[in-house]
């Protein structure tokens, strides 16, 4: 059975690339057997890797 063929290095590159300069904000990638997939998300969502108490520690109110 054949390889299936693999994705470079530089197709990932590529593709990151291409999405931040349409002004997309890149979150993560996923590479398939057809190329590179790109996950965006809204600049609002970067509380996505916030933690959830850090708004309890920054005001000092944390028991």
């Known amino acids: 059975m054949p390889r299936s ?3 470079t290095l530089a197709e990932i590159t590529r593709a990151l ?4 300069a349409a002004g ?4 993560s990638y996923v590479t398939t057997k057809n190329g590179v997939r ?3 998300v809204e600049e609002k969502a ?4 916030a933690n ?3 708004r ?3 005001d000092g109110k944390a028991e």
């Open 56 to 58: 309890f520690l920054s």
């Open 46 to 49: 970067e509380s996505v890797h």
């Open 5 to 7: 063929p693999s994705v």
């Open 52 to 54: 959830p108490w850090d």
């Open 17 to 20: 690339k291409a999405a931040q």
């Open 38 to 40: 790109v996950i965006t």
């Open 24 to 27: 997309l904000t890149v979150f």
